[in-house]
């Protein structure tokens, strides 16, 4: 069995190899913080999984299987789905991962279950009528609660589902500006993990974890200095939300 900076090293390349992402010790920095410790992880789910990268990883490091919920239509070999076929080629772990074509809302697992779910940049793109409104539209919170009850059910008891993305407040477009880090985010298409957060309780979700996100190329440093609300605010606004099912 191969050591995991092993797994690491052949999973890196391979991604480096067949995307934008230029620099494997960046790229392991953003997927280890993301993904945090998989160890034992068996069984994954990865919701809107775009390329596949985080999928690919799970299975690189020892996942038995992995479903890449994505609902992008077939594609040219830049399309995400095309990069997905390289990279399954590619890895010697590849075939564990399943590409469900379609969304979430579609997606039937059967009776299969998961013990670790992650959703990487795509939980306001599930909906993003509902995301924008939820605060203040009953119907809208209601669908997001139905989404997070569906994933509750679909997590193996002490599973972790662990969610990325922006948050929606961030200094510079509450004054009118651009966010000179985030320049192409739709602020009032996110929630605050805090929202999300109390959502995931609300249909039984437990030790809620947040973390901001720091500048990759600042490695150990960034997340020293940037793990910080008040930080991200005025840089990125990203933030890692992880939670578990008792
Ligand atoms: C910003 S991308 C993130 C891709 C990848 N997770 C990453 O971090 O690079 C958002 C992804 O969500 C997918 N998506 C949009 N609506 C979805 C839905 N209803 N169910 C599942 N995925 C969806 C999109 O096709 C897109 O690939």
Same mark, same amino acid.
Not at 176 to 188: Q, Y
């Given at each position: 069995m191969l050591s995991a900076s092993e797994n690491d090293r052949i999973f890196a390349e391979a991604v480096v190899r067949r995307t934008t992402y230029s620099n494997v010790s960046r790229l392991l920095h953003h997927v280890h913080y993301i993904l945090g410790d998989v160890h034992g992880v068996e069984r994954g789910l990865d919701i809107g999984?775009?390329?596949?990268i985080l999928s690919f990883y799970l299975a690189t490091h020892g996942a038995k299987s992995v479903v890449c919920v994505e609902p992008e239509g077939e594609g040219s070999t830049e399309g995400v789905t095309g990069i997905f076929d390289q990279l399954r080629q590619d890895l +010697? &772990?590849?075939?564990?991962v399943h590409l469900a074509q379609t969304t979430f809302q579609e997606y039937d697992p059967g009776d299969l279950t998961f013990d670790y779910i992650v959703t990487g940049n795509a939980i306001n793109h599930l909906n993003e009528p509902a995301c924008i409104d939820l605060k203040t539209n009953r119907n809208s919170y209601d669908t997001y609660i139905g989404y997070f009850q569906r994933i509750y059910d679909m997590l193996d008891s002490g599973g972790r589902f662990v969610a990325t993305d922006c948050s929606r407040y961030s200094l510079y477009p509450q004054l009118? #500006?651009? &966010? +000179?880090?985030?320049?192409?985010?739709?602020?009032?298409k996110h929630q605050s993990p805090y929202q999300w957060r109390d959502m995931l309780m609300e249909v039984g979700f437990v030790d809620p974890d947040i973390k901001w996100t720091a500048f &990759?190329? #600042?490695?150990a440093f960034g997340r020293l200095i940037m793990n910080n609300p008040v930080v991200s605010y005025v840089t990125v606004s990203h933030f890692r939300l992880c939670v578990r099912k008792p």
């Open positions: 999984g775009g390329q596949g +010697p &772990n590849g075939n564990r009118g #500006l651009k &966010n +000179p880090f985030m320049p192409a985010i739709e602020w009032e &990759n190329a #600042l490695g």
